[in-house]
């Protein structure tokens, strides 16, 4: 089976990248490869619990990535440094996630070989 | 005049650049993805601890709802989007625009 990391490194809002990462798993899923989500940089914050974004006219983006596990995207990473930086913890995120540090994620991207930046 | 600052991600210097040239009481709006700057325990705080002896600081409610920030470092003030227009009434603005 093919595999792909899907890398995100932006915040959720006033962009399209975490959304369109979003959907790319989606398709990506649907063809059965073997998919690692990884967060880091201000990308950690797409996970954070109780996201409310009604006033911005827009769903919370957190809320969707819970549901993935059902499409089969099992594999989701966060680097630790990126977390504490940013006041942060793995309680503090929507769903349960493998914690790295920055040689596990080169080792994740080694054993991937392809990565999808957003 | 009121600084508005719409991003100080960890990494840019957006927050240090508008520290150096914001005088001393002129009031601080924080906005968009600017507001994570705002959150407590992160490598920013420290930071914006120093900004709030010398200004009053200000984050967009709307914009630290949608993130789903808690807590604020304490001496943050929030203002909601009717606050903000309030602000801009008050002052001239300074945009810190980082994209």
Partial sequence: MDKVVVLLRKAPYGRVYTAEAFRTIMGIAVFELDICVVFMDDG??????????EKLDMKPLGDGFPMLKDFNVN???????????????????????????????????????????? | MLYTINNASIGTNNLESLSQVCPKNSPILFFEDGVYACKSNTALADKVLVLLED?????????VKARGIEPLIEG???????GFVELVEGHDVVPWLRN
């Fill in chain 1, 44 to 53: 950690v914050f797409a996970l954070v619990k109780n996201q409310d974004p």
């Fill in chain 2, 55 to 63: 200004h009053p600081v200000y984050a967009l409610l709307e914009d």
């Fill in chain 1, 75 to 118: 594999r989701f990473v966060v680097h630790d440094k990126s977390m504490a930086d940013r006041g942060l913890s793995a309680d503090n995120l929507v769903l349960d996630v493998e914690v790295a540090n920055s040689a596990q994620i080169a080792e994740i991207f080694d054993t991937y070989k392809k990565v999808l930046p957003f």
């Fill in chain 2, 76 to 82: 943050v003030k929030t203002v909601d989007y009717s």
